[in-house]
């Protein structure tokens, strides 16, 4: 019994230094792990986010951030695919004093585009981010 476990603790030891370090750790300092830890352990801001057909028949994404982001900016990302591809911010929409925010979004011809607002870390509260939306045309 005692031989399986350190024959398995000799394979574990022998790829890990065959592996190296994972990617991401390797450049990492261990200052940008200890600031990373902390703000996985900050409360998030509730977003209360959703997106409407108006009137006129646009899209609106729009939400509530609670508590106390007032006249502040929500960054808008969008991108045209579910995984796989980098979130490109496309604006930057001010809530009023309330922590309300609305913007006019847009569907793609063909295919899928999917959007997220994004509120930063600060006062106290670690980076908050809404649902993921996907917009296209029927």
């Known amino acids: 019994m005692r031989l399986p476990r350190t024959v398995t603790a000799v ?3 022998a790829l890990l230094l065959v592996a190296g370090p994972a990617p991401s750790q390797a450049s990492a300092s261990s200052s940008d792990l200890v600031s990373a830890a902390g703000s996985r352990d900050l409360p998030r801001r509730t977003m209360n986010d959703e ?3 108006n009137a006129k028949g646009w899209l609106i994404f729009k939400g509530n951030v609670d ?3 007032n006249d502040r900016n929500v ?3 969008k991108r045209p695919c579910k ?3 980098a979130w490109t911010l496309v604006k930057l929409t001010r809530t009023d004093g309330s922590g ?3 913007t006019r979004i847009y569907a793609p011809r063909t295919g899928y585009w999917y959007w997220k607002g994004v509120v930063p870390k600060a006062g106290g509260y670690g980076t908050s981010v809404t649902q993921v939306w996907r917009t296209f045309v029927e």
């Open 75 to 77: 960054q808008i990302y």
């Open 67 to 69: 508590p106390g982001w």
């Open 83 to 85: 995984k796989g591809c």
């Open 100 to 102: 309300r925010w609305r």
């Open 11 to 13: 394979a574990v030891c």
């Open 51 to 53: 997106v409407f057909r």
